[in-house]
C-alpha cells in the first residue's frame, strides 16, 4: 500500500462528508411520498438507503467517538497514513468506481436491514446527517490526534479490525455508494 499525506486524507474525506450533507439536505425539499416510494418490491425506498446508512455507519461514528473522546489511547499523529491491507481492500470494494459502476455487490446483513418504523418523517435524514456533522468533527480532531495506531472493530465483529484512518475511509466509501444508490432510485421513482 502506498502511504497518504495524513492531512491531504483528512481534507479529501471532510469534503466527501460535505458533499454527502449537501446531497442530504436535497433530500428535505422532495416530497415525502416520493423519499418513501419503493422502485421495485424488493429495492429499497430513499428512506430506507439512508436508514441503512444510519445503522451501518453508525457503527463506525460510534467506535470512532468512543476512541476520540478517550485521552489515553493508542492514536498518533504521523504525518503520512498506510492504508491497513483489509481496510484498503474493504475500502475499495466500497467505493463506486468514476463511470458509477458498483464493483463489489454484497448482501446486506441483518442488522442493517432498514426497519420501516425507523424511515416515518425525516427522522432518517435528521440521524443521517447528524451522523455526517460527527465523522466530520472526529476527522476535525484527527488532524492533531492523528489516525495511526487506534484499531476499531469494524461491523463484522473482532475478526476485522481497522486503522482508526480506515475506520474513517471505509463508511465514506459506503455512503458514495449508498448516495449513488438513492440517485438512481429517485430516477426510477420519478
Not at 423519499?35 to 441503512?52: D, I, M, Y
Request: hydrophobic share 40%.
Amino acid at each position: 500500500m502506498d502511504a497518504l499525506n495524513t492531512l491531504a486524507l483528512i481534507d479529501h474525506l471532510q469534503e466527501r462528508l460535505r458533499d454527502q450533507l449537501a446531497q442530504l439536505e436535497t433530500l428535505r425539499t422532495l416530497p415525502l411520498t416520493t423519499l418513501t416510494r419503493r422502485p421495485a418490491p424488493k429495492r429499497w425506498s430513499v428512506l430506507e438507503v439512508v436508514e441503512h446508512m444510519n445503522l451501518s455507519s453508525g457503527v463506525y461514528h460510534r467506535r470512532l467517538d468512543a476512541c476520540y473522546a478517550q485521552a489515553q489511547n493508542g492514536l498518533r499523529f504521523a504525518p503520512t497514513f498506510t492504508p491497513g491491507r483489509w481496510g484498503q481492500l474493504a475500502t475499495t470494494a466500497m467505493q463506486p468506481g468514476a463511470d458509477g459502476r458498483i464493483g463489489w455487490r454484497m448482501r446486506t446483513l441483518f442488522a442493517f436491514e432498514p426497519r420501516t418504523a425507523h424511515t416515518q418523517g425525516l427522522t432518517a435524514i435528521d440521524r443521517c446527517a447528524e451522523m455526517l456533522h460527527g465523522l466530520h468533527g472526529l476527522l476535525e480532531r484527527a488532524r492533531t490526534r492523528g489516525i495511526e495506531g487506534e484499531r476499531i472493530t469494524s461491523t463484522l465483529g473482532p475478526i476485522l479490525r481497522f486503522k482508526a484512518g480506515d475506520a474513517f475511509r471505509f463508511p465514506i466509501a459506503h455512503q458514495d455508494r449508498h448516495f449513488l444508490q438513492i440517485r438512481r432510485t429517485l430516477e426510477a421513482v420519478r
